[in-house]
């Protein structure tokens, strides 16, 4: 694997780091880069931060720590830990907070990660190797039920239970499925359907990968942190990859910045809300010609109002 195989674009760059810096303390602030991934925001973020400024960085995967190792900037410090742990901050300590939902190309592009069908690897995809199990290990023992609901959920996939299926009864004649072209193939012989320009591997591997990691669980956990340790007139920036992550974002930003009437009660004033919704961003046609991977990518913002969490 070239090293410009491995490089990674950050999608919706300058878009985000200007919504992240709206927050009322600017370039004074102190920002969370919640998914550091290989550090494209946080430069940025960190090249427009004054000497007062201060970032604070998540990732779980030691490939993402060791990069940001590179960054000699005393205003920066990370965590080797999910973005689940931004709870952990004290109250109101936050201007700003970016979530970056999508893996980089370096995770993808690395076949000893085992994210990606195009590369033969082991079956692994966690996103931090040194904890929890890899898919392997899980399909060694799960039940059809089991792995069809996690297919069927995290994959929106609708032939779930065939390939469920498929895999016990290859695990019952030869053996787990143990890499990542194994399982390709396996689900490439069950659907027997194509949708076009997608590889019929991609809604189960999506599936495998969100589950083992509990990506949405995190998700929801984050985004409940980000009321209580954002500060009034922070900002809440999130950019989504898929409908699943998308719908709980804007799920979350809607539930807490429409104001509420009781309407059993005649007269009531509206709940006050914890979030004023500051619209979605798509990437640009040139954005999307440049980096393909960018084109299911949307980005919702919010501010943070001074009702309490």
Same mark, same amino acid.
């Given at each position: 694997?070239? *090293? $410009?195989?491995?490089?990674?674009?950050?999608?919706?760059?300058?878009?985000?780091?200007?919504?992240?810096?709206?927050?009322?303390?600017?370039?004074?602030?102190?920002?969370?880069?919640?998914?550091?991934?290989?550090? !494209?925001?946080?430069?940025?973020?960190?090249?427009?931060?004054?000497?007062?400024?201060?970032?604070?960085?998540?990732?779980?995967?030691?490939?993402?720590?060791?990069? %940001?190792?590179?960054?000699?900037?005393?205003?920066?410090?990370?965590?080797?830990?999910?973005?689940?742990?931004?709870?952990?901050?004290?109250? !109101?300590?936050?201007?700003?907070?970016?979530?970056?939902?999508?893996?980089?190309?370096?995770? #993808?592009?690395?076949?000893?990660? !085992?994210?990606?069908?195009?590369?033969?690897?082991?079956?692994?995809?966690?996103?931090?190797?040194?904890?929890?199990?890899?898919?392997?290990?899980?399909? $060694?023992?799960?039940?059809?039920?089991? #792995?069809?609901?996690?297919?069927?959920?995290?994959?929106? *996939?609708?032939?779930?239970?065939?390939?469920?299926?498929?895999?016990?009864?290859?695990?019952?004649?030869? !053996?787990?499925?143990?890499?990542?072209?194994?399982? %390709?193939?396996?689900?490439?012989?069950?659907?027997?359907?194509?949708?076009?320009?997608?590889?019929?591997?991609?809604?189960?591997?999506?599936?495998?990968?969100?589950?083992?990691?509990? *990506?949405?669980?995190?998700?929801?956990? %984050?985004?409940?942190?980000?009321?209580?340790?954002?500060?009034?007139?922070?900002?809440?920036?999130?950019?989504?990859?898929?409908?699943?992550?998308?719908? #709980?974002?804007?799920?979350?930003? $809607?539930?807490?910045?429409?104001?509420?009437?009781?309407?059993?009660?005649?007269?009531?004033?509206?709940?006050?809300?914890?979030?004023?919704?500051?619209?979605?961003?798509?990437?640009?046609?040139?954005?999307?010609?440049?980096?393909?991977?960018?084109?299911?990518? #949307?980005?919702?913002?919010?501010?943070?109002?001074?009702?309490? $969490?």
């Amino acid at each position: 694997m070239t *090293e $410009a195989a491995l490089t990674h674009t950050t999608v919706l760059l300058n878009e985000a780091v200007d919504e992240l810096l709206q927050a009322s303390a600017g370039a004074d602030g102190t920002y969370v880069d919640a998914t550091f991934g290989r550090g !494209g925001h946080s430069r940025l973020i960190l090249s427009r931060l004054s000497a007062q400024g201060r970032l604070q960085a998540f990732d779980k995967d030691l490939e993402a720590i060791a990069e %940001a190792g590179r960054i000699a900037d005393s205003r920066f410090s990370i965590r080797h830990e999910g973005f689940s742990h931004l709870g952990e901050l004290p109250p !109101g300590s936050v201007d700003g907070v970016l979530m970056d939902l999508g893996i980089s190309s370096p995770q #993808i592009d690395s076949p000893e990660r !085992g994210f990606s069908f195009r590369f033969e690897g082991p079956l692994d995809m966690r996103m931090d190797t040194t904890r929890g199990e890899s898919v392997a290990d899980w399909l $060694a023992t799960a039940t059809v039920d089991q #792995i069809t609901e996690v297919i069927r959920d995290y994959g929106e *996939e609708r032939f779930a239970f065939q390939i469920a299926k498929a895999l016990v009864a290859r695990r019952q004649e030869r !053996g787990p499925i143990s890499t990542t072209t194994d399982l %390709a193939q396996l689900v490439a012989d069950t659907v027997k359907t194509r949708e076009p320009g997608q590889n019929p591997a991609t809604r189960t591997f999506q599936a495998f990968r969100i589950f083992i990691n509990a *990506e949405l669980e995190e998700l929801e956990q %984050a985004l409940e942190a980000s009321l209580k340790v954002l500060s009034p007139g922070g900002r809440l920036v999130v950019i989504s990859f898929h409908s699943l992550e998308d719908r #709980i974002v804007k799920q979350f930003i $809607a539930k807490h910045s429409k104001e509420v009437v009781d309407r059993r009660v005649p007269f009531a004033a509206p709940v006050k809300m914890r979030l004023k919704a500051c619209g979605r961003v798509r990437p640009s046609e040139d954005e999307v010609r440049g980096n393909p991977r960018s084109r299911s990518a #949307i980005m919702r913002m919010a501010e943070r109002t001074e009702v309490p $969490a």
